[in-house]
Each structure stands twice: as C-alpha cells, then as structure tokens.
C-alpha cells in the first residue's frame, strides 16, 4: 500500500512561514487532484488548499493570500508554501491524494505534521 510521506512541520512564531512537503513512497496512478488538509484539537478536519486537475486551485478563506499549494512533478511532491502564520493555524496537517479509475475514487492520506505557530 502506497503511503503519503509529510515533512516540514515544526514550531514557528506569528508572522513565520513553513513549507509542508508531501511525497508519495510508491507510484500512484489515475490521479484525480490533491491538497492539504488540517485538523485543530477539538475541530473537525478541514480543507486548507486543493489542486483540482486541471491544476484549478481551491483555498480556504482563512489562508487565501497566505498559503500557496504547489506541486513539483519530476519529484512528484507536493508542496504548501505558509506565510505570515497565525496562532489559529496551529494544527496536524494532512496531505490527500485522489485517484479515480474504473473501480471508483480512493484516497490516500499521509500520517499528518504538527504545525505549531506560537510566541
């Protein structure tokens, strides 16, 4: 089973940035857009920033002008570029993967970074 492998997480004061990579351990076919997710304690998950295919871009509204979420495809990572980070962005984040094929839609999800924006 492929697995999602995230990096990049850490500790940083308001106003810092981060950059959360995301790189599959194995190959991953008939993919059907991915992004990064969060999830705060006591919150429900949430999307953070997704690339459709197509490469259409959807953000939250809370990180619209913050987060920029890119892709490197001869490294086949996935990237979430952090600025100006808030305290209320302190969360595990996720990266997602979808795919699509004639057996229908999967989703393969790394194990989650702890971002912690803190003084």
């Known amino acids: 089973q492929v697995r999602l492998l995230e990096s990049g997480g850490g500790l940083v004061q308001p106003g810092g940035s981060l950059t959360l990579s995301c790189v599959p351990s194995?190959?991953?076919?008939?993919?059907?857009?991915m992004g990064w997710y969060r999830q705060a304690p006591g919150k429900e998950r949430e999307l953070v920033a997704f690339?459709?295919?197509?490469?259409?871009?959807v953000y939250a509204d809370s990180v619209k002008d913050r987060f920029t979420i890119s892709r490197d495809n001869p490294k086949n990572t996935l990237y979430l570029q952090m600025n100006d980070l808030k305290p209320e962005d302190t969360a595990v984040y996720y990266c997602?993967?979808?795919?699509?094929?004639?057996?229908?839609?999967?989703?393969?999800w790394g194990q989650g970074t702890q971002v912690t924006v803190s003084s």
């Open positions: 194995g190959p991953i076919f008939n993919l059907n857009g």
């Open positions: 690339m459709e295919p197509g490469d259409d871009i």
């Open positions: 997602n993967w979808k795919t699509l094929d004639g057996w229908g839609p999967e989703d393969y």
